[in-house]
């Protein structure tokens, strides 16, 4: 069974514990934000970023966990989708976006959101329902075949994009089998994806075993077992029907 991280995940409560943990959210975000802030800079240095910087705030000025990534321009197009796949991989880390095109084309401010609507359209999805698997096995649960059909019409309108899947498992058992079936089962999801129409080039599975666990949860709970999806969006496209096609 799979279960995607805090906040994307709705856990079964009383109404109360929500607006607990929203209450939570809201006085450690600052925290928080800067956790993730000082891993992503050491991910960007590790990937040869240069002078790249993440910026977690919005034009408003708000706390966000979807990096806008600055400067880079003079980067190697591969060095780039490295540095920003590096980001996206960090724990905390939603959908990253440049804030140019790296293919130097005037891009639509009001399509540059693009990687941000399908990183929030995919955690909407999966916000009340889990992708689940046969227990032990990196088989899909029959019941997640629907819920993966609007997973992949949802990633469609960011083709181009890169969209890491990555599997996570709790501290039961050896690690060493937890990061393989973890691999697996990501694997798995990527592949039922590109059954529907998503291209493979755009999918990046990795499994983390159980060394990130959620927030708040000790490290043997049963809810680390997830999938989660990070969208990487250098550049944002208007969904056309090739970008829609069919499952077959």
């Given at each position: 069974m799979t279960r995607l991280r805090v906040p994307f995940l709705v856990i079964a409560g009383a109404a109360a514990s929500g607006v607990l943990a929203f209450a939570s959210q809201i006085a450690h975000g600052p925290a928080l934000i800067a956790g993730i802030e000082g891993r992503a800079a050491r991910a960007i240095a590790a990937s040869g970023g240069g002078d790249v910087?993440?910026?977690?705030?919005?034009a408003n000025g708000w706390l966000t966990r979807h990096p806008v990534l600055d400067g880079g321009r003079t980067?190697?197009?591969?060095?780039?989708?490295?540095?920003?796949?590096?980001v996206a991989a960090q724990p905390g880390v939603g959908g990253v976006q440049w804030s140019f095109d790296p293919a130097r084309r005037p891009v639509d401010p009001a399509l540059?959101?693009?990687?941000?609507?399908?990183?929030?359209?995919?955690?909407?999805?999966?916000?009340?329902r889990t992708i689940r698997f046969a227990e032990g096995r990196a088989t899909l649960d029959p019941a997640s075949v629907t819920l993966l059909d609007e997973v992949a019409a949802a990633l469609r309108p960011c083709r181009g994009s890169i969209i890491a899947v990555t599997g996570h498992t709790d501290a039961q058992g050896a690690e060493e089998a937890n990061v393989a079936l973890s691999l697996e089962r990501a694997r798995t999801v990527r592949e039922a994806l590109v059954r529907r129409g998503i291209a493979r080039a755009d999918l990046r599975a990795r499994g983390m075993g159980s060394a990130e666990p959620v927030a708040g949860l000790e490290p043997d709970d049963p809810a680390n077992r997830r999938i989660e999806f990070s969208v990487v969006s250098p550049v944002s496209l208007k969904p056309t029907p090739i970008d829609t096609p069919g499952p077959g």
């Open positions: 910087t993440a910026r977690f705030r919005t980067l190697d197009p591969a060095v780039r989708a490295r540095v920003a796949a590096a540059r959101q693009g990687g941000l609507r399908c990183q929030g359209d995919v955690d909407a999805i999966l916000k009340t």
